[in-house]
């Protein structure tokens, strides 16, 4: 994110994808990761496992291509259900990069699209999530580290938080 959009306050997911090489290289990115852990509500995952198999990219000589046959869930078994109905998701790399895909390939808002506003923020939002991860991601030669971990789990901040 740019400083003149934190200094505004505009969250880092106002203007996801910020360009197709920033997008080419978290696709990359993400490919190369071994498996990286999403902690979201098991609805934001019950829906991106709806709705990323769906994936399609139209080329240039508008033929469609699918995309979502890349996208490999985990069995429900590996889902780590957690308090507040948060789950954690272990993806492959090539996973990640098809959720990533499809985030994208939703964004253009034309008459023909069958994504509604909605899911386009959606997929802005898990999109930038993606990609902000992705940015502390470097190879590893063969060493160990931290499983990349993306949380989805915004908060809302209020004086008052009582029901």
Known sequence: MGIIA?????????????SYASYRGD???????????????????DYL??????????TITGHERGQGSAFR????????AEEDAMVTVPLSGTT???????CRNIQPDTLRSPWTELDRSIGRRV????????????????????T???RLDDRVTSNDTSP
């Open 6 to 18: 934190k200094l505004l306050g505009r969250p880092p997911y106002s203007n996801w994808p910020s």
């Open 27 to 45: 696709m990359a990115k993400a490919a190369g990761l071994g498996v990286a852990r999403i902690h979201c509500h098991r609805n934001t995952w």
């Open 49 to 58: 496992l709806e709705n990323v198999p769906k994936d399609s990219e139209t």
């Open 73 to 80: 869930p985990p069995a429900q078994d590996e889902v780590t």
């Open 96 to 102: 990640l990069a098809a959720v990533l895909s499809w």
């Open 127 to 146: 999109g930038a999530a993606i990609s902000q991860a992705l940015d502390n991601v470097i190879p590893s030669n063969g060493a160990d580290g931290p």
């Open 148 to 150: 990349a971990v993306i």
